[in-house]
């Protein structure tokens, strides 16, 4: 049973949009932090404590300020918390809405949950707790419905390979002669080209820099 409840939100009327629906819920043990790294903080100090919390509602973006920070976002805190406390359900409730992207969530990162930032969402973050306090999964139907009509993307190793020669600063040009080197096939501009062009069509992405900050955020590369 769902008692005890952390929050990690970095905008305060959300933040207080979250304790407001808690409380309806009648889940009077709530607390919550602008920032990852006290969330973090909190979940280790409560398992001390053998206070541990039931469950955590974090954004997935939040805003950096003139205070450092180790852990910059709900990609990183999620599985930094389930590191120290595997059994803690875990509700993203964020404004993303690329299907994708929130696939992702659950087969990257094993949430419980996803609520988006959007009309109605307190109605819905209450059904997701309700169905998580039951121990079932909760998936907003519209969304399903979105990643079920749409061609998602299963990165294969060559796909790997092509996007982390990207991020650690390798020109596109410059990746056939890696490919060859290493014996990797199909290693011609044009394939990799293609490869990289076909990716970015079915995540909806222009640009490399776009693929590559996706596949850091979701843990592929």
């Given at each position: 049973m769902i008692t005890k409840v952390l929050i990690a939100e970095d905008h305060?009327?959300?933040n207080i949009s979250v304790q407001?629906?808690?409380e309806e819920l009648e889940i009077v043990q709530t607390d919550y932090v602008y920032y990852c790294d006290d969330a973090l903080t909190k979940i280790q100090l409560a398992l001390q404590h053998n206070e541990p919390y039931d469950l955590l509602i974090t954004d997935l973006y939040f805003e950096e300020d003139s205070r450092p920070q180790n852990i910059n976002g709900?990609?990183?805190l999620i599985p930094a918390i389930r590191q120290i406390q595997p059994d803690i359900k875990i509700v993203v409730f964020?404004?993303?809405d690329k299907p994708?992207?929130?696939e992702m969530l659950f087969e990257k990162l094993d949430i419980d949950g996803y609520v988006r930032k959007a009309?109605?969402?307190a109605k819905e973050l209450k059904s997701a707790i309700e169905a998580i306090d039951k121990n079932q999964r909760h998936f907003p139907r519209h969304l399903s419905q979105m990643i079920g009509e749409k061609n998602t993307h299963n990165f294969t190793e060559y796909d790997i390979t092509i996007i982390s020669l990207l991020a650690n600063g390798m020109m596109q040009k410059d990746i056939p002669a890696y490919?060859?080197?290493k014996q990797i096939q199909p290693a011609s501009l044009s394939s990799v080209e293609k490869r990289l062009n076909a990716i970015k069509d079915v995540l909806e992405f222009s640009k490399n820099e776009q693929l590559?900050?996706?596949c850091k955020d979701m843990g592929i590369i």
């Open positions: 305060e009327s959300a407001k629906t808690l709900g990609v990183q964020s404004a993303e994708t992207a929130i009309r109605n969402d490919l060859k080197e590559i900050a996706f």
